[in-house]
């Protein structure tokens, strides 16, 4: 555990509303917090460094340490008592699709309580096997196992019986679709004593064994599962599980039901509904499913099946020891609750809004929150020692996901099982959100992604003496176009790439009401995410069909639980990004940036007054992101997929190294594009401008290392330049924007 950490309940908040911190401080000395306003996140030497402005709060204190636990891993819990409770002889049936079967002692359906040793549960056991756990009055508990390990990734029905009376334990297992090369199926029986103690005092659990911290978690996909209350013959166990009517059903969970919701549903006569905890993965194709539908809201039945892993993590649940409600009067900005104990410290960053309905200044700064959440934690694969070695070389943050996986790592990973992870959380510490975190380690530059990266932006904007007030995706997405008004200009930061359909409504409202609308990064509005409706700040990615994607979506699995829609590309959706801001992500390549050229179009009396200043023809070879203004993610102008027609292409880039890539969605063959131009003329950023309806005006930039080039030479440079005169002319009340023709 990292010794001093912590979270804020929320990533933004407006003055009058009120924001808890919950840390976990594993050192006895009690710890300080402070407020502080983060203008700059580079720990770069040879740039602005990390710059903080201390600032007076109400919290501003000591606090005692205390260390704060992380329960991580899936499962559903329905509380004791009730017709559950009392169970004499008894039945415990699912059908599962286990995704480690090797990775010892997993619950399946268990009232069990570790501690001490009471209960009944249906496992996967030390060998991979189906089965039985029953508690003894004294001693022990017994278990009783098939003996032969599940295939992974395959339908196995698998049961355990108790008959009190005749002190009969039994358990089995049979494949849902037999092998033809190996028998998998079985049973074992054995005689116990009258003395068993089924009777747990704890809740029953599903995906997981029990205690508190719950341990024995499941890895893969259960479904249906039951309980009787009596013991079942093996015919009668495996009818049961196929859903066939058996007598003396108690609880019989459906998870085809409320598929967006957290809560299980109990179609038995106990009704013991139950709760999902750690939010495992639901809309998952089921034992039934065979392709005739891919969306589960055609064919729930199909998808009656939840995932859940060891390593899911939506909400650590610490207890808050301080709380901050933002007085009236504190400028919108970027804001940090800074603990410091000893030698450790943690800053945890957060966005003042300005009051609802009111606003500041005139331009508006959009901060991608669901980008930063969607890719918090995220464990890089280009991780290695050199990483702590800049980090200690640059004073940087000390600490990197890759070795902190107990936090839970980011929809850019794998769960410990193999599979995707679809849920990103901002309900626990985000180490990758932190002031002098570096993300890459390059060689011309910062390596700086997403936050620390967008300070590049937002300490220029305080250099030159913009005004402006933030928001954050939550607020769009919760507010609508109504966030945006009044504003003069909007922009966005490096990288504003997941959306929901409410943040790109808003954003295409605010533009066609007039909206004047800077892109300044690269892959942007590129993936579809939902939100949970009961969950606030948890946050879902399907990686489906296409695009590049960290991981592949199962077959059947493209569409989001939380709101029913088809997830993946919003190209796909028919809403690619060109569509609103006149470039999409074309091409990658290593963090490397290269320069723009200035094109034909740049003389056009429409988009001139861009350049006034800039004599260069090249632009942008400089800067903290890779060295260059144009480089590792590539959008540019595409009018098929919804560039506007007048868009005018003001500079496009080149110089790329051979490991730039066109994305998949570009490529069709190895020898055709989507285009069908070369693959080569499609690795490059456009800088592209165009206006909107209503004396509105878009500019891109089409580069995600684009900002990191706006501090060079004290932001006296041709990048710096052209981002002032667009925001000089898109912030004059007064200029016209008139759609030509
Ligand atoms: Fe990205």
Redesign the pocket.
């Known amino acids: 555990m990292i010794p001093l950490i912590g979270y804020g309940d929320r990533l933004s908040v407006r003055p009058g509303e009120t924001i808890e911190f919950k840390v976990s401080s594993q050192n006895s000395a009690p710890f300080e917090a402070s407020l502080v306003r983060i203008v700059c996140a580079d720990p770069n030497p040879a740039g602005p460094g990390i710059q903080e402005v201390p600032v007076a709060a109400d919290f501003t204190g000591s606090y005692p340490s205390r260390a704060q636990a992380v329960a991580s891993g899936s499962y559903g819990r329905v509380e004791a008592g009730g017709p559950l409770g009392r169970l004499d002889d008894l039945t415990l049936v699912a059908t599962i699709w286990p995704t480690t079967p090797e990775a010892g002692e997993q619950g399946v359906l268990a009232r069990f309580d570790p501690e001490s040793g009471t209960g009944f549960a249906l496992a996967l056991g030390a060998d991979g096997s189906a089965t039985a756990i029953l508690g003894q009055v004294s001693g022990a508990p017994l278990r009783l196992s098939v003996g032969k390990r599940l295939a992974p990734r395959t339908w196995t029905r698998i049961w355990a019986s108790f008959d009190r009376a005749q002190g009969r334990l039994v358990v089995g297992q049979t494949p849902v679709r037999p092998d033809p090369f190996v028998d998998r199926s079985g049973s074992a029986e054995r005689a116990v004593g009258a003395a068993a103690a089924t009777d747990g005092d704890c809740p029953l659990l599903i995906g997981a064994l029990g205690g508190r911290p719950v341990t024995g978690h499941f890895n893969g996909k259960i479904e249906a599962p039951a309980v009787f209350g009596r013991a079942l013959e093996a015919g009668e166990a495996a009818a049961a599980g196929a859903g066939e009517a058996v007598a003396g059903l108690v609880s019989r969970w459906d998870f085809a039901q409320g598929i967006s919701g957290t809560k299980i549903v109990d179609t038995g006569p106990a009704g013991a509904h139950g709760t999902l905890v750690n939010m495992p993965a639901r809309a998952m194709t089921g034992a039934s499913w065979d392709g005739r539908e891919t969306c589960w809201r055609h064919a729930p039945e199909h998808y009656a099946a939840i995932h859940f892993h060891d390593d899911d993590l939506t909400d650590c649940g610490w207890d808050t020891d301080f709380a901050f409600t933002v007085p009236e009067g504190l400028a919108s900005g970027v804001y940090g609750a800074r603990l410091v104990c000893g030698a450790h410290q943690d800053t945890i960053p957060f966005v003042v809004c300005p009051p609802k309905g009111s606003r500041a200044a005139d331009l508006c700064v959009v901060i991608p929150t669901f980008?930063y959440v969607i890719?918090g934690n995220h464990a890089r694969t280009d991780y290695g020692p050199d990483w702590h070695a800049r980090a200690k070389a640059w004073n940087g943050y000390p600490w990197n996901p890759a070795d902190h996986p107990e936090y839970g790592l980011s929809t850019y990973n794998f769960h410990s099982d193999g599979s995707g992870i679809c849920h990103a959380s901002r309900l626990r510490p985000l180490i990758t959100l932190r002031p002098g975190y570096h993300c890459i380690t390059e060689a011309r530059g910062s390596g700086l992604r997403h936050f620390q990266a967008d300070t590049h932006l937002l300490a220029w904007l305080e250099a030159k003496g913009y005004a402006f007030d933030l928001l954050t995706d939550e607020e769009l997405h919760r507010e609508g176009v109504a966030a945006l008004e009044g504003y003069r200009t909007v922009m966005t930061t490096s990288?504003p790439?997941y959306h929901t359909a409410q943040t790109l409504d808003a954003l295409e409202r605010y533009r066609d009401g007039g909206g004047r609308f800077l892109y300044m990064g690269g892959?942007g509005f590129?993936w579809r995410v939902a939100l949970h409706e009961e969950a606030p700040g948890v946050i879902e990615i399907r990686r489906g069909e296409g695009g590049i994607r960290a991981w592949a979506a199962e077959p059947g699995e493209y569409f989001n639980a939380f709101d029913g829609a088809y997830g993946g590309l919003w190209r796909r959706s028919g809403r690619a990004p060109q569509a609103l801001a006149g470039v999409g992500f074309s091409s990658q390549g290593l963090f490397e940036g290269s320069y723009y050229r200035r094109a034909a179009g740049a003389s056009d009396p429409r988009v001139s007054w861009i350049f006034d200043g800039v004599e260069d023809e090249v632009l942008g070879d400089f800067g903290l992101s890779g060295g260059g203004a144009a480089g590792y993610?590539l959008d540019r102008v595409d009018r098929r997929l919804g560039s506007p027609e007048h868009t005018v292409i003001l500079a496009s880039s080149e110089g790329h190294s051979e490991n730039f890539v066109l994305v998949p969605e570009e490529q069709l063959t190895h020898v055709t594009t989507w285009t069908g131009d070369p693959p080569q003329d499609l690795i490059r950023a456009d800088m592209a401008f165009f206006e909107a309806p209503n004396n509105g005006a878009v500019f891109a930039t089409g580069s995600i290392t684009f900002c990191g080039s706006l501090l060079h030479d004290g932001g006296d440079n041709n990048i710096s330049r052209i981002i002032a005169n667009v925001l000089d002319r898109f912030l004059d009340p007064d200029a016209r924007f008139d759609v030509p023709g």
Do not use: A, Q
Request: negative net charge; proline residues 0%; charged residues 30%.
């Open positions: 980008t890719y990288h790439e892959n590129y993610e």
